[in-house]
């Protein structure tokens, strides 16, 4: 759905746990689905991406799980390090064939702790 | 392979000003989309180029405009500046676009302070 909000939601995890964090998109016609990390100062890196036909998608340390039937989004990190201290986005396409933008989950801050 | 490029990194402008805003796409890209951030309402779609046209664009006011050259740079400007434009201008790149599910990399922003 689209960005709201001043207060971003909040995971801490220790350091060398997995984390997960969760993403709710509105659209239920969106055909591909986006992770993004953004560190301060810094434009949003691409994490990994995944379409609508598949429901796992795995990279290094990453794993996406697409749940279509709840319109549901989830980023698996595997063995948090502190470089993984920062906001993740979510982002869902939106629109006609060959005239779509994305559009950006609120983001989640994810804090490494030692 | 170098990344999205934006310039200047910051600007500071008075209300009523006019500013542009640069960004070169990664080579090869020749779709360049730009997004506005801000505290309040997060990430917003602003305008996409492809081939020099726009191809789709967000729901912000005609005050913000933008074109892309032969090249795919891109500028964005923004007239009559108001103290809620103040925010993190984004640009970002993709070979064809998004509707054909490629992720768009992301430069670092220009951040735009309006006093």
């Known amino acids: 759905g689209e960005s709201v909000g001043l207060h971003l939601p909040t995971l801490s995890v220790q350091e060398g746990d997995n984390s997960i964090i969760n993403c709710a998109y509105s659209?239920?016609?969106?055909?591909?689905f986006i992770w993004y990390k953004q560190e301060s100062g810094k434009g949003p890196q691409f994490i990994i991406d995944?379409?609508?036909?598949?429901d796992k998608r795995q990279g290094q340390r990453v794993t996406v799980l697409l749940n279509k039937t709840v319109k549901h989004l989830s980023l698996q990190i595997a063995a948090t390090q502190p470089g993984d201290s920062a906001v993740y986005f979510c982002?869902?396409?939106?629109?006609?064939?060959?005239?779509?933008?994305?559009?950006f989950g609120q983001g989640t801050r994810l804090t490494i702790n030692p | 392979k170098a990344g999205v490029t934006q310039t200047p990194r910051y600007l500071i402008k008075t209300r009523g000003q006019q500013v542009t805003l640069s960004c070169s796409p990664i080579?090869?890209?020749?779709?360049v989309s730009w997004y506005q951030q801000t505290p309040g309402q997060g990430l917003q779609f602003l305008f996409e180029?492809?081939?020099?046209?726009q191809r789709n664009k967000g729901n912000f006011p005609g005050r913000f405009s933008g074109r892309q050259f032969s090249n795919s740079r891109s500028e964005m400007n923004v007239s009559t500046l108001e103290l809620g434009d103040s925010a993190l201008y984004l640009c970002?790149?993709?070979?064809w676009g998004t509707g054909y599910n490629q992720p768009q990399h992301f430069g670092d922003g220009t951040r735009l302070s309006i006093l």
């Open positions: 659209n239920s016609a969106s055909d591909y």
């Open positions: 080579s090869g890209h020749r779709s």
């Open positions: 970002a790149s993709s070979p």
């Open positions: 982002a869902e396409t939106e629109g006609l064939q060959g005239a779509q933008k994305l559009v």
């Open positions: 180029y492809f081939s020099e046209t």
């Open positions: 995944i379409r609508s036909n598949m």
